[in-house]
């Protein structure tokens, strides 16, 4: 992608205009539709297809110590149900009394269910060179299971209020050595870092833009990513700490970003930059 | 039957626990829960510690009003404190090096968990600002500072507004998005010069 932008800004070199500020006005234009085009090249086959792949095999083949599969594991629409099950989450689980994202219940079912230990069911949440993660696998077969289901996220338990609350207190705190929120970035329509287009996320149409296209194949990194991941990279980048795979910020942030994209067709695993 | 009576009771306790004796929290209980939930939520991870979730009174102020102006008294209060805190050049020399600036402009690594800790820092001003024309992948969070000097003139007055703007951008307009860079110990005192050079410094591409 770099490279890609390099020579679209070379390309936009040779687009001459009349003063400096028309020159620079005719560059953006012609880098960002470069970009435009990239990514539409990019939608022709998409391999988060092999996660989906995987995720299917690690969701019906028994696991762990306790040698079961998913097939028991509750992920809202009744055990082993996946078909749209992506779209009403997260929501409140009587058995766990917590609200849950989908791989906090994954978590829990191969605790619960499996046999595994907390540590080793949390210790690879993202995947890396050499290293693949069977969690986002998992979330791939899982939210493709959900692609042209409408978002309906419920907010009917009193813990399913307090969550979609706390995530929109955190959206906006602010801290770090920067002083930035999600909301520095997230937070007004139309704008830019760098190239890359921001969607405003306190808006509905944004929430349900950027929601629905999680999680995706990231180009530039070669894997598959979570929402989880999404949030996480998010708060690196916002020079915050770590936030823990699961913890309750992650589920309140997740809840504000999902109940906000309640309506909209969910299109996902897509594949971006 | 007890035992079912003590569950009971207990169901009893967490539900006005959580109701708050049924009525809903306020704003700020709501607030203090979420700063609470964060912090319990996030790992010290190399240079980030947990320390970075505590938030200074500017912080907490904007992030109270997060999303709407602050009131008036407010918004004078956290421009005053935060203008009396910058820490102005000793020799009265606002500019450094605008090439220098340039690069410190370009340089988005610094402060992450991720980052060397020994490695560069920069004020990756690209992300959000349009400054030179030659640089065309730059954001629009903030505004475009091509020709900044050139349009408000190379006066001392300019060069120490620049200068302290950069240091502490919620000294001129509270609540600001634009990271503290001098304050908050960023960028180092020369490197806020060389970028106050790179929009202020007459022979600098931003002012051509």
Redesign the interface.
């Known amino acids: 992608m770099p490279a890609m932008i390099r020579r679209a800004a070379v390309r936009a070199a040779f687009c001459v205009g009349a003063t400096a500020i028309a020159t620079t006005a005719c560059a953006q234009t012609s880098a960002v539709d470069e970009i435009a085009k990239y990514r539409a090249a990019l939608q022709d086959g998409n391999p988060a297809e092999l996660w989906e792949a995987r995720g299917e095999d690690l969701w019906k083949t028994p696991r762990g110590p306790g040698k079961v599969s998913f097939a028991t594991c509750d992920l809202g629409l009744g055990p082993g149900v996946v078909k749209g099950a992506y779209a009403q989450l997260p929501k409140y689980f009587a058995d766990a009394d917590r609200v849950m994202d989908l791989e906090t219940r994954l978590v829990w079912c191969m605790v619960k269910q499996q046999g595994y230990s907390e540590a080793d069911a949390t210790k690879n949440p993202f995947g890396g060179p050499g290293q693949k993660s069977d969690i986002e696998a998992l979330v791939a077969y899982i939210t493709s299971e959900s692609r042209g289901v409408k978002m309906n996220v419920a907010m009917d338990h009193p813990k399913e209020k307090e969550a979609f609350a706390l995530g929109e207190k955190m959206f906006v705190y602010r801290g770090g050595t920067h002083d930035f929120a999600c909301q520095t970035c997230h937070g007004e329509d139309g704008k830019r870092i760098r190239l890359q287009d921001l969607p405003n996320l306190m808006t509905v149409a944004g929430a349900q833009k950027a929601y629905t296209t999680w999680p995706a194949y990231r180009v530039s990194q070669g894997e598959l990513r979570t929402f989880q991941w999404r949030l996480n990279d998010c708060f690196r980048q916002q020079r915050f700490p770590e936030l823990i795979f699961t913890s309750d910020a992650s589920i309140a942030l997740t809840m504000y970003l999902a109940r906000n994209a309640n309506g909209a067709v969910f299109d996902a695993p897509s594949i971006k930059r | 039957m007890r035992k079912l009576a003590g569950v009971y009771l207990g169901a009893v306790a967490a539900a006005a626990a959580?109701?708050g004796c049924a009525t809903m929290?306020t704003d700020a209980q709501?607030?203090a829960?979420?700063?609470a939930?964060?912090k319990?939520?996030?790992?010290?991870?190399g240079q980030?510690?947990?320390d970075?979730?505590?938030?200074d009174d500017?912080?907490q102020a904007?992030?109270q009003y997060?999303?709407k102006t602050p009131p008036k008294d407010v918004a004078e209060r956290i421009e005053k404190t935060n203008l009396e805190s910058i820490v102005w050049p000793g020799d009265g020399k606002y500019l450094g090096d605008w090439k220098n600036g340039e690069r410190i402009a370009q340089e988005g690594r610094g402060?992450?968990?991720?980052d060397d800790p020994k490695g560069p820092v920069g004020g990756n001003c690209?992300?959000?600002h349009?400054i030179t024309?030659q640089e065309?992948?730059?954001?629009?969070?903030g505004p475009s500072l091509?020709q900044f000097g050139k349009l408000r003139g190379y006066s001392d007055t300019m060069r120490k507004y620049a200068y302290g703007k950069i240091w502490n951008a919620?000294a001129y307009a509270a609540c600001s998005?634009m990271?503290?860079f001098g304050h908050?110990?960023?960028l180092t005192q020369q490197q806020v010069k060389d970028v106050t050079a790179l929009l202020m410094d007459p022979e600098s591409p931003v002012n051509k």
């Open positions: 959580v109701f929290p709501t607030s829960r979420a700063a939930v964060l319990a939520s996030f790992r010290a991870n980030a510690g947990l970075r979730l505590d938030q500017t912080q904007c992030t997060a999303g402060k992450q968990y991720s690209y992300a959000c349009q024309p065309v992948s730059y954001g629009t969070i091509y919620d998005n990271p503290r908050s110990g960023i």
